[in-house]
């Protein structure tokens, strides 16, 4: 036994139900809908009075409501007698359940008072009436807390040596799970699964083991058998009415602009009257479809939401809508340009459709339909400088690049971490020229493919792209393009791997390299993880015998390791050139709020200080600078809040040089490659310190001495 060791883990008693939580949980307990919980709940609401209003988004009582809690207590314990806390009813509530603050219109979901024997109620009144009164009675108990015991052990054999992942748990204090339909037993068994989902898909563990007892470090144990288990990992689960609720319930709290995210916090899509009702329309109208407890799409509702308006699609807009109708509430803003400018969107969006271009036919992201060019493969005789000079433009090798474009080359598997706008991409563009066939590329960012994807076109390279943001016709054609031995290069989103039969497609005609850009979404310990970038591993051995790079400007020494062992390059070269940029001066300065947009313009009357990007925290400060640098110099905002057009314009101006100045939130850079930015300042501090690296690294891209500016 490597290691041992013991944790005890408290879980305190839930908050109280509005009606999304109980929706969930009716769900998640018996199957039902969300119409089907707001039925009961109503019939027990209107019909038997048992339970108060049931349409609400609270989970907290008012004090006045609390004070009747012990003769509502007397009415319906008898049912529960022995599974009460001492002083239930009687002992009062703390803040965690009794709130004037955080009560509206309606409190918390809790039984009346009225007899529950005196009425006939079915089986599913029954049942949901019951759920509300134990949730009641749980607020008076103790946390509920177990134990969990993780056991490491390691087995030597003369080839090799492994580690075994063992946990057991054990309850000290049932607490308020004595409550719980299915009790404490069930809760540590979804623990232990939770906890297990991991090593579970990799074939360690079994859930609800019984670990031996006396059991400790050092101690040596008899292997009895082995047994070879055959697993796979699971695909994404289906949405169920759960958790399309909770995915509604916190629509837009990923949105970057801070106005639009803080707007949509309280409220997400829908109401808690009404997000039962938008699902069953969905299913009414043929867009979603039941299978046992799953709700999945069909064919008519993916093509609505291929054809629909981005911005009809996007939570930005119903965030717009709220932050507006907030300010209307302040009385900063008027109903009446509200109302109208609804009125001009819908007009504007119904009149596009009828004259959209077929997908195929237009430009992506604004990007000019440059036409794709016949393959011209390159002579395998050539070398690399030549091939660097006539097809890239390039005449010399920046540094650290030529001895990794050697080693792909030559066919050998590769890791390269290389800063911020210092050639990644030639590492595998160059040798995927000399290389021959077709070179695919794995990226997460549809911007960076769509960037990518027009330079290469420009330089007379056959390369497309297959993303969400395509229509399906456009992707097919790619696809087929791909089989046709017609691409120099393909990018593909992480998420086309898992679509049925399109790795097989792919398998069909290997590609002659693999590049996997921005590899530090592979390892959870980054700062970027994307849990389908876990499953590229799994799909290389398909792509074999091409070499396979992968490509990331921020990788520490864990995430590198796990890069490594994920994508199974345990034979790669490591290139790692780390994060320094010896051309930008980072800087800091403090400055009051108040004074750092006078700040900046100060900063950027200097010619030589443009152009520049400047990062504000929310929309509202991107649009108001950009405004007061107008005076001085072209000038433009650029957040998620704007329409994808207008943002496409913003975006076109700053790369041809028609602007000098980019007002943005972090819904600008990524894919962007200008590479003569001069200055990147902050008037805020960053999201994180991966995300500040990222920004700061739009600069000085040409190697010239740029500035990164942080004001605090």
Known sequence: IESIEAQTKRMSPPPLYDLTELQRHANRLYGFSATRTLEVAQALYEKHKLISYPR?????????????????VRVIAPTYVDSLAPGT??????????????VSDHHAIIPTGVPPGRVNLDVDEKRLFDLISRRLFSAWHEDYIWNVTTVITLVRSEAAQDRFHSSGTAIVQPGWKVLDVGGARKDARKEKKRAGAAEDSEGAGEEGQTLPPDLAKDQPQRVLSVDSVAKKTRAPRRLTDATLLTAMETAGKTLDDKELSDAMKESGLGTPATRAQIIEVLLKREFLERKGKSLEATDKGIRLIEVVHPHVKSPSMTGQWEAYLRRINRKEAQLGPFMTGIEDYVREVIGTVGHRQPE?????????????PVRRPVDPNRSLTEVLRDRFGFEAFRPNQEEVCREVTAGHDALLV?????????????????????TLVISPLIALMEDQVSKLLAQGFAADRIHSGRHRDASREAAQRYANGELDFLYIAPERLRVRGFLELLAKRKPSLVAIDEAHCISQWGHDFRPDY??????????RPAPVIALTATAT??????????????????????????????????????????????????????????????????VELADLLHRDCASAA???????????????????GELEVIVATIAFGMGVDKSDVRTVIHTALPGSMEGYYQEIGRAGRDGKPSRAILMH
């Open 557 to 622: 020494r864990p995430v590198q390791a796990d890069i490594v062992r994920q994508l199974g390059l345990s034979s790669a070269k490591s290139f790692i050139h780390g994060f320094r940029r010896d051309n930008i001066a980072i800087e800091v300065v403090k400055v009051a709020p108040g004074l750092r947009f006078e700040l900046a313009r100060k900063l950027l009357k200097d010619r030589a200080h443009r152009p520049a990007i400047i990062y504000t925290p929310t929309r509202k400060d991107a």
């Open 56 to 72: 609400t988004d609270s989970r907290h009582l008012s004090g006045d409501v609390a004070r009747t809690l012990p003769k509502i």
């Open 534 to 543: 876990r499953n590229i591993g799994q799909s290389l051995p398909s792509f």
């Open 89 to 102: 009813g009687e002992r009062p509530l703390g803040k965690r359940y009794v709130d004037d603050s955080k």
């Open 638 to 656: 650029y957040h998620a809040g704007m329409d994808a057009s207008r943002r496409d314009r913003v975006q076109r101006g700053f790369l041809s």
């Open 418 to 438: 290389m800063p911020t706008g210092s050639g990644k991409s030639l590492c595998y563009q160059l040798p995927g020229a000399v290389l021959g066939g077709t």
């Open 360 to 372: 195929a036919l237009r430009p992506t992201s604004g990007q000019s339909a440059t036409p794709i």
